[in-house]
């Protein structure tokens, strides 16, 4: 779908019904569609609420263009080399890669196609975060087994490491393990709501148990956090979302938090480009998400949570753009970036296009001679 700003210098809104009786309205700031092509990247973010994976790109001339496809409780996404991506499903991990030579477009917008070619069965792992490591081995956040894991040919996962505070392996969602960080392609740090070792005991601890965890050591590096999300080592830093107070920061040498930036929303969602965070916000659910710093921080902003995309400048400190959705749904889940692409679209596993988009790789002539 195409959004297209009612006068140049307004943001855009637009009324979409996306499927059945889910509504959603649309808007973002006028520089969005700019910056996006002038760094020539485009985004992916992923609603596990709505059941959609979503591209957002600009097109030449005529705005942010935004492409969804449905996907079973889409959760973690991370790029997997300049051509490809791995997605978490509600039961299911699975590689897309681009089809696309650069030179091709589909309906002569999009500069990306980005196919489901390979899906592990893992079953109802609540797998959160993924990453790719320096192997190709696909690493993932095991919620309800409290661990780390990958793929196995055989099994639902294979387990490659937990913390020390779990006692056992046991589909519990002890701590909420959730969150991933990557360094030189190998795990290096993870978030979790608490240190809990009872089944569901994170639900207890979610306002100061939360902490970040070295993987490599074991050892924990920041502690007293609420809801952690989303770690990322970016620039020699360990940055994450410490989602209950809505605050986007970084861990000091002295293992305390520093926030850097309050967005308005439980923050869930983060990758980087250059000086630039992109944040993934939510409003908070009622019932299990009530009572945590962020509705103070709100009431003392004057300001109600929202749903959507902020890019944050590091240097500044400031949101100089941003990307809302209102109406039925309120969480995101992750975010991506997706360079050296304008306007990305995917295909859902499940739509017609995967049965009808036939491509073929390169192999040895077909042509004899005599």
């Known amino acids: 779908m195409l ?3 009612d006068t140049p210098s307004a943001a855009a809104d637009e009324d979409i019904a996306e499927t059945g009786a889910i509504t959603t309205k649309h808007s973002f700031s006028p520089g969005l569609p700019g910056r996006l092509a002038g760094l ?52 299911t991990i699975t590689r897309y890669r681009n089809v696309l030579n650069p030179s091709e477009r589909i309906d002569h917008i999009f500069d990306a196609c980005y196919m489901p070619r390979e899906t592990w069965l893992t079953g109802g792992l609540d797998a959160h975060d993924v990453a790719v490591d320096a192997d190709g081995q696909v690493i993932f956040v ?31 969602d002890r701590c909420h393990l959730n969150g991933l960080a990557m360094e030189a392609g190998r795990p290096a740090f993870v978030t979790a709501a608490s240190r809990s070792d009872t089944i569901d005991g994170w639900r ?11 993987v490599r050591s074991g050892e924990i590096v920041c502690s007293g956090l609420s809801m952690p999300h989303s ?25 305390l938090f520093e926030p850097a930036v309050f967005c308005p929303g439980f923050v869930r969602g983060l990758a980087f480009h250059d000086n630039l965070a992109f944040v993934a ?26 749903c959507g995309l902020q890019v944050i400048d590091l240097d500044t400190g400031t949101c100089v753009d941003w990307f809302r959705i209102d109406g039925d749904v309120i969480e995101l889940y992750d975010v991506a970036v997706m360079a050296g692409h304008l306007c990305p679209m995917a295909v859902s596993p499940s739509s017609a296009d995967a049965f009808n988009l036939i491509t073929i790789g390169e192999g040895p002539s077909t042509n004899t001679s005599t």
Not at 204 to 214: E, N
Not at 232 to 238: K, M
């Open 204 to 214: 207890d601890r979610r306002d100061g148990g939360g902490v970040a965890i070295d």
């Open 231 to 255: 770690p990322r080592v970016h620039r020699g830093r360990l940055w994450l979302l410490n989602s209950g107070t809505g605050e986007l920061g970084r861990v000091g040498d002295n293992g």
């Open 281 to 306: 916000l939510s409003k908070p659910r009622h019932e299990r998400f009530d009572g945590l710093p962020l509705d103070r921080r709100l009431a003392e902003a004057d300001s109600d949570s929202w």
């Open 3 to 5: 959004l297209s700003a």
């Open 142 to 172: 095991n919620t309800a087994f409290n661990c780390l894991a990958t793929l196995s040919p055989v099994h639902s996962f294979t387990p490659v490491w937990r913390p020390r505070f779990i006692s056992a392996l046991v589909n519990e």
């Open 40 to 91: 020539e990247i485009s985004l992916a973010f992923t609603s596990y609420q709505s059941g959609m994976l979503n591209m957002l790109g600009s097109q030449a001339g005529h705005g942010p263009q935004l492409h969804q496809s449905a996907v079973g409780k889409p959760m973690g996404i991370t790029i997997d080399g300049m051509n490809g991506f791995v997605l978490v499903g509600a039961n």
